[in-house]
């Protein structure tokens, strides 16, 4: 069964740095449509990042030039380093795979990880 198990969230000042991971078990989502979100306190969940296979990028426009998302499909992890943060990216960050297989799309989420910004 495939699992996505996210690490390297915590408490961080503001213009501090912290690097997410994700790594992918039981599956392999070399040809996935990888992405970061995340879902601050009342608020919906909304994309941070994602990454194609190709390696082709998109990001939110409130991240630009501050996150860079990356893949690494040896190890089957995907990463967000996040630069210069601010305390409105305080959120749960959460990990997703996209696969399509023929017709179907298939989604996998994480357990998410807590990134706080803050003095």
């Known amino acids: 069964q495939a699992q996505l198990v996210e690490s390297g969230g915590g408490l961080v000042q503001p213009g501090g740095s912290l690097r997410l991971s994700c790594a992918a078990s039981?599956?392999?989502?070399?040809?996935?449509?990888m992405g970061w979100y995340r879902q601050a306190p009342g608020k919906q969940r909304v994309m941070v990042a994602t990454?194609?296979?190709?390696?082709?990028?998109n990001y939110r426009d409130t991240v630009k030039g501050r996150f860079t998302i990356s893949r690494d499909n040896a190890k089957n992890t995907v990463y967000l380093q996040m630069n210069a943060l601010k305390p409105e990216d305080t959120a749960v960050y959460y990990c997703?795979?996209?696969?399509?297989?023929?017709?179907?799309?298939?989604?996998?989420w994480g357990q998410g990880t807590q990134v706080t910004v803050s003095s």
């Open positions: 997703n795979a996209l696969s399509t297989v023929g017709s179907l799309e298939y989604s996998y």
């Open positions: 990454i194609t296979s190709g390696g082709s990028t």
């Open positions: 039981g599956s392999r989502f070399t040809n996935s449509v």
